[in-house]
């Protein structure tokens, strides 16, 4: 299985950080972040009157990206495996966000989109699902308006969150959402971002899809 490692995708990374601000340096607004979340209404991520069609199955043997869950893919997303770089390293801050580092990343362009839904996994066991996903919140820099949902994908405890992020180099918001469960191997945590709330809401469908059909591995 081929992998990507963040020092190789650097210059996409850093120009998608300028474009989607995304990219956290783990320092974040915390304190406001904390104070800010409050509860999601459930379904509300969802895309009216929309539904991706689906187009196979990431994260086992195979699919791009080994993990310890899998989820159905929306048609013609293309997923590679990343290797997180070490933490405290020169690019550590590219691949990881709280406790959680990038396992893979999901490639909408193929489908027609701007945006990535990316994978990142923690190494804490014992972790929940809603802690992994704060922490990853937290570490995310002028993240806003945050809501949080608990929800099931079968018999799978699954927390999700929706936030705005505000660039302040392109002076505008944009909307983020993720979900997290956790596993035997660790948290995972999936997130959405986009190029802009039009790409975003173009790939909710996308989203909505890998979270209802999540199951461990």
């Known amino acids: ?8 995708l650097a210059p996409v990374l850093l120009l998608a950080a300028v474009a989607l601000t995304g990219c956290s340096s783990g320092s974040g607004d915390g304190g406001k972040a904390k104070a800010d979340a409050k509860p999601l209404a459930s379904g509300a991520a969802e895309a009216p009157g929309r539904t991706a069609v689906k187009g196979g199955t990431v ?3 195979g699919s791009g990206c080994e993990l310890p869950v899998d989820f159905e893919l929306a048609r013609h997303w293309k997923a590679k495996a990343v290797v997180p770089d070490e933490a405290g390293s020169e690019f550590a801050a590219l691949s990881r ?3 959680v580092a990038m396992v893979c990343e999901i490639d909408a362009k193929p489908a027609g989109h701007i945006g990535f ?3 990142w996994q923690g190494d804490d066991e014992g972790s929940t699902a809603r802690r992994a996903l704060e922490g990853f919140v937290k570490a995310e820099e002028n993240a806003s308006e945050i809501a949080y949902a608990e929800t099931t994908a079968g018999k ?3 927390t999700e969150v929706a936030y705005t992020v505000h660039s302040k180099l392109m002076d505008e918001s944009r909307p983020v959402h993720a979900f997290a469960v956790a596993t035997p191997k660790g948290p995972v945590v ?4 986009g190029l802009d709330a039009t790409e975003h809401e173009g790939m909710l469908p996308a989203f909505e899809l890998a979270k209802g059909t999540v199951r461990l591995g």
């Open 156 to 158: 799978l405890a699954v």
């Open 1 to 8: 299985m081929k992998r990507r490692t963040v020092r190789a």
């Open 190 to 193: 999936v997130h959405l971002g």
């Open 59 to 61: 994260g086992g043997s």
């Open 97 to 99: 966000q709280g406790p």
């Open 117 to 119: 839904l990316r994978v």
